[in-house]
């Protein structure tokens, strides 16, 4: 059976079984449990995380405690803060487990020397980079447009299953109103 990752990155790029092994001997693996931090605020992030399997929120807190969440991260999603990531810089945001969670992960130094050694996955990295911008200018053009009904309706359109993993006031979080808001626009 081919690994999840493999199968992951074959999507963009073919590999030889020596190349994935190469690719596989740069990633380690941890498990986390539901509510675990993968990463706080405020701390240098040298880890970019592939989820093999669970569900993550990526979020920031206002400074009245009220959650804001970028991202959600579901199985063969990349998560990190990437800000925090490539310039070494202090996190701005928060990842937790809203599952127990099985992740794959790389630093950051053997990110750069994987894609120097392998050009390969250089290609990857950058074809991923390409899609999550065009995945950001989408979702920041739908909040300047579209009616919070309009974009819940098409991130259920996109993500049916996360509306089965994740809490409704998470998902309202997520499209920045309120829990009440969301219950209403929904009866």
């Known amino acids: 059976m081919s690994h999840p990752l493999r199968k992951h990155i074959e999507e963009i790029i073919h590999l030889t079984d020596e190349e994935f092994d190469f690719i596989l001997s740069h990633f380690k693996t941890v498990k986390k449990r539901k509510y675990q931090y993968i990463i706080q605020q405020d701390e240098i992030v040298t ?5 093999v399997k669970g569900c993550l929120k990526s979020y920031f807190l206002d400074e009245n405690g009220r959650e804001h969440i970028l991202q959600f991260g579901m199985e063969n999603w990349w998560i990190t803060d990437y800000e925090s990531f490539i310039k070494q810089t202090k996190s701005k945001t928060y990842i937790d487990c809203l599952e127990d969670c099985e992740l794959l992960y790389i630093t950051y130094e053997d990110r750069e020397k994987l894609t120097s050694e392998m050009h390969k996955m250089e290609r990857f990295w950058a074809k991923k980079s390409k899609i999550g911008r065009i995945a950001l200018q989408n979702r920041i053009l739908s909040l300047l447009k579209n009616s919070t009904k309009e974009q819940y309706n098409t991130l259920l359109e ?3 299953t996360l509306f089965q993993r994740v809490p409704k006031k998470l998902i309202a979080a997520y499209l920045g109103v309120s829990r009440e808001t969301l219950s209403r626009m929904n009866s």
Request: aromatic share 38%; hydrophobic share 40%.
């Open 158 to 160: 996109q993500y049916p």
């Open 47 to 51: 880890k970019e995380f592939w989820v």
